[in-house]
């Protein structure tokens, strides 16, 4: 018998969600396990680190990745995934272009890590206890104190293709089931496309595959931006045209409208189409061009402009550490937080 | 490099009809400006995608200036410069968020005639420029 291919499946900075399209492949599942080994993956079997560090080289056929790279450990671990494995996939949107985590890189590190650990209101932390690097911790059965490592944190958080080759994405917050099942589809068949090629999902872009298209005019000129919030949308109108911003005419599609379908807009989870400069500064410019404004009428631009409170979150929900700055520019290096690493 | 001696790369992009006409003017009436501008010529300022700005400042330029034909007539395409301002006013906001000061960043309409206005401008940008320093490269971590 043939032996079978085998599938490594790791986790960076991620939420889980990218596990949970896995599992909601649901009774394909079945078929996935006839047809691949899954070698590693921390999320559902217990594999040790040193267990992939005793395969030989290039020996797994497939990792797929997902998550961000924010720890030293993440680094570490696909740097060794990368070394082990034939193909390498980016999973998802963080792994791709570092997703809604990598919105932190709009902040230097020092506020990331009190914000998390000292100012959110769900936390509490009354001596102030920030986590380090090493932690001497006293365990009443033990004679001396011991010494708890943790790994170093990066500066910033890095889509998966700044630290190591990435050959395919799979892109999606998270992909849907059926990318996936493409996905899986095409690298089992051993006719893969060339490399760096997204898989699983469309050349084209979501406007292509939305119900509402047929309803898209011509010609979209707005007077008024409106939030998600502040409308109920009609089910049966192109959102554009109704005032919300869509980001469908710039972000591939792939995933059958299912925000649009539930009468949200798209927040452009499934990222860029090919070809495309910085997504972000793409969709800035799509939604600038459908405003009736001229420049006699600044000042009413700058209300409506006014009324979104946050453009990077907006244009750069999923893809800030893949944009030309990556993030914030100038960031701070840490000064309470001394085990902060420069990525080298 | 220290900072008296900075010198900062300027990246232009100048529409055909008046702002690049205006440098040619303001070159053939040997008018001096500094030399820190590299000027690309677009056919129209509504052609300057902010792709290419956020481009611009993450190859290294320290400032970028767009100029075109002033509102609300002089278009040659009747309303390119009213894209381009929707545009860039966006962008404006958006480099802001990124910690990239507003001074680097400058639209500015200059008509064929204004060779004046031209070097005006630039020697304004130049100086501001100087004043503040080179932009930093993307992943260097300032202390």
Known sequence: ?344 | MSQENFEPKIVVFACNWCAYSAADLAGTSRMHYPPNVRIIRVMCSGRVDPQFVLDAFSQGADGVLVAGCHPPADCHYIDGNYKAFRRLMLLERLLESMGIEKERFRLEWISASEAEKWVKVIKEMVETLKKLGPLKPKLEVTK
């Open chain 1, 1 to 344: 018998m043939m032996e079978k291919p085998k599938v490594a499946w790791y986790w960076c900075a991620s939420c889980g969600g990218c596990e949970e399209s896995f599992v909601d492949l649901a009774e394909k599942l079945l078929d996935v396990f006839d047809a691949v080994d899954i070698v590693f993956c921390p999320v559902a079997m217990d594999f040790k680190k040193e267990d992939i560090e005793k395969m030989p080289d290039g020996s797994i056929t497939v990792a797929l990745i997902n998550g961000g790279i924010r720890l030293k450990e993440h680094e570490e671990m696909v740097k060794l995934l990368r070394r082990k494995s034939k193909i390498v996939i980016a999973y998802g949107a963080c792994s791709s272009w570092g997703g809604i985590p990598g919105l932190a890189n709009l902040y230097d590190i020092d506020e990331v890590i009190s914000r998390k650990y000292l100012e959110v209101p769900s936390i509490e932390n009354p001596n102030k206890t920030l986590p380090s690097h090493i932690t001497k911790v006293k365990i009443p059965d033990l004679p001396n104190e011991v010494e708890i490592e943790l790994t170093k944190v990066l500066p910033r958080l890095l889509p998966l293709d700044r630290v190591i080759e990435v050959d395919y994405y799979i892109p999606g917050c998270p992909p849907t089931p059926d990318v996936f099942w493409n996905a899986l589809q095409a690298i089992l068949s051993g006719k893969l496309p060339p490399k760096g090629t997204v898989l699983g999902a469309s050349q084209k872009s979501l406007c292509d595959e939305c119900p509402l298209n047929e309803t898209k005019p011509e010609k979209i000129l707005l007077k008024d931006l409106k939030r998600p919030h502040e409308v109920i949308p009609k089910p049966d109108e192109c959102l554009l045209a109704q005032g919300l911003l869509c980001l469908g005419p710039v972000t591939r599609g792939g995933c059958g409208a299912l925000c649009v379908k539930a009468n949200m807009p798209c927040t452009g989870c499934f990222g860029p189409l090919d070809n495309i400069i910085d997504y972000g500064g793409k969709a800035l410019s799509y939604i600038a061009s459908i405003l009736d404004y001229s420049p006699m009428e600044e000042d009413k631009l700058k209300e409506v402009y006014d009324k979104i409170p946050d453009w990077v979150g907006l244009v750069y929900k999923y893809y800030l550490p893949a944009s030309k700055f990556g993030g914030k520019v100038n960031i701070k290096k840490s000064k309470a937080f001394k085990e902060v690493v420069e990525y080298d």
